[in-house]
């Protein structure tokens, strides 16, 4: 039974040492009632307490991975309604279905295309995380076959067996059982059978029921089973129905502590139509989806899934940042241009690109500036002269070049000045105040 804020309150330290992030024991434990933060926050409960408060300290909507090793998938565990009450922690991840009634070159090209359709963007790999094979073929041993040839050419991606028939899915599991796939799925008929699977090898087991009370009352029987990793289908599949199950399962389980639908979200939202399929499934990661299953990964459209999954998964509360050091763009030598820029990901990434793009290797001195941008950071007070100063000082760069000449950012040109004050013996260039315009300015120098 859930357990009140007073109650939690109780098992706590109640030394308000703020740890956790909240000003006080009792904040912490009024958040804890109502799942929207872990037990684990507090790094000073008790072990007596953690297991009085068992249930109560359990987060809301489950949370697990999908598939092994490093590129496995984390899944629910959110607190909030909305980013802005605090964050979401867990991205949705996005899977490719895959029939495997497929000839075996194009299984394999498949497979191929998400093994390798990792990008890079602002300092995140980001990538389609997995791939559901669906069982199209009504052929037990051609499934299995498939299954093992995809789980071969993508060694590292999480598989989702996209299979009702419970014989099918007994023969494929047991090829790939250590790759820890997700069964898809459990429906009223197949929860006895589907359930003894996911049971025997410890995997997670999708639910699917049309509607939500039918998808509660099967969740329920299936946690009786003994299988607690589930994910929930309820059948939602337009835009309309998405929203509207996916947004009702979020609010019951948050604002009313209904337990059964607080695990992770799937929704396939297949079409034909490639733009109508990318709207749809930006619909299911903008509101809950922790998987969603899509027909095809054309690059415009992983582009348009993955900015949008990466907006709404970054905290808004904390600044996107990079380490404070100095970054080698190119070879560069000791008699390489050496600038200054602030700590801000998206600084550094256009800074850092523009000057690769110059082709002249450069040093870049990177500084903590909170993740703010080069005029925020300047106007509030983190990119001073003596700061500037002070960080190139202690940074080591003049081990690293032979010249005193330290290259700021145009924006902040009013600093050159007092900069050549406080680094005695330097000169100071004010660079462009345009990052696009860094490639003429440092091939300019060198002709
Ligand atoms: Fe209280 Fe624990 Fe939070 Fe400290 S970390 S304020 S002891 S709940």
Redesign the pocket.
């Known amino acids: 039974m859930a357990l009140s804020g007073v109650a939690i309150f109780k098992l706590?330290?109640k030394?308000?040492?703020?740890?956790?992030g909240?000003p006080?024991?009792l904040a912490?434990a009024m958040k804890l009632a109502q799942g929207q933060v872990e037990l684990s926050a507090?790094?000073?409960?008790s072990e007596e307490s953690k297991k009085v408060l068992g249930e109560a300290s359990a987060p809301a909507i489950r949370s697990f991975a999908l598939g092994s090793g490093d590129k496995a998938v984390k899944m629910g565990g959110e607190t909030v309604l909305f980013r802005h009450d605090k964050k979401f922690f867990n991205p949705s991840a996005v899977a490719l279905n895959i029939k495997d009634n497929l000839s075996d070159d194009e299984l394999g090209k498949k497979a191929l295309e998400v093994a390798e359709s990792e990008i890079d963007k602002i300092g995140q790999k980001l990538r389609i995380d997995a791939i559901s094979i669906e069982y199209a073929s009504n052929d037990i041993a051609h499934y299995e076959t498939a299954v093992k040839l995809i789980s071969g050419k993508a060694p590292d991606t999480a598989l989702i067996l996209n299979c009702k028939d419970p014989s099918a899915a007994g023969a494929a599991v047991k090829a790939i059982a250590e790759r820890k796939p997700l069964l898809y799925c459990a429906t009223d008929d197949s929860a006895d059978a589907m359930a003894v699977i996911a049971r025997e090898h410890k995997i997670p087991l999708a639910v699917c029921a049309d509607g939500l009370e039918a998808l509660s009352a099967l969740t329920e029987k299936i946690k009786e089973l003994g299988v607690e990793d589930l994910v929930i289908d309820s059948g939602a599949k337009t835009a309309k129905e998405i929203i509207e199950r996916n947004t009702q399962i979020r609010r019951s389980v948050l604002k009313k502590n209904f337990k059964p639908l607080g695990y992770p979200i799937i929704n396939f939202v297949l079409r034909d139509e490639p733009i109508l399929e990318t709207a749809i499934a930006s619909l299911a990661i903008a509101k809950y989806a922790s998987i969603v299953v899509i027909s095809s990964i054309e690059k415009w459209k992983n582009l348009a899934l993955f900015t949008l999954r990466q907006n709404i998964y970054t905290d808004p509360q904390v600044p996107m940042q990079v380490e404070q050091k100095v970054y080698k763009i190119g070879e560069p030598t000791a008699e390489a241009p050496l600038l200054t820029t602030t700590n801000f990901s998206l600084t550094y990434f256009i800074v850092s690109g523009e000057i690769e793009n110059s082709k002249v290797p450069s040093w870049l001195a990177v500084m903590d500036c909170e993740g703010l941008s080069v005029l925020t950071a300047w106007a509030a007070g983190k990119f001073t002269a003596s700061k500037i100063a002070q960080f190139i000082k202690e940074s080591g760069v003049e081990g690293q070049v032979k010249h005193k000449e330290l290259i700021i950012p145009g924006q902040v040109a009013i600093l050159s000045g007092a900069l050549e004050e406080k680094l005695e013996g330097w000169k100071i260039t004010v660079g462009p105040r345009e990052a696009n315009a860094i490639p003429s300015f440092l091939k300019g120098r060198t002709a």
């Open positions: 706590l330290p030394t308000n040492c703020k740890k956790c909240f006080t024991c912490f507090c790094p000073d409960v």
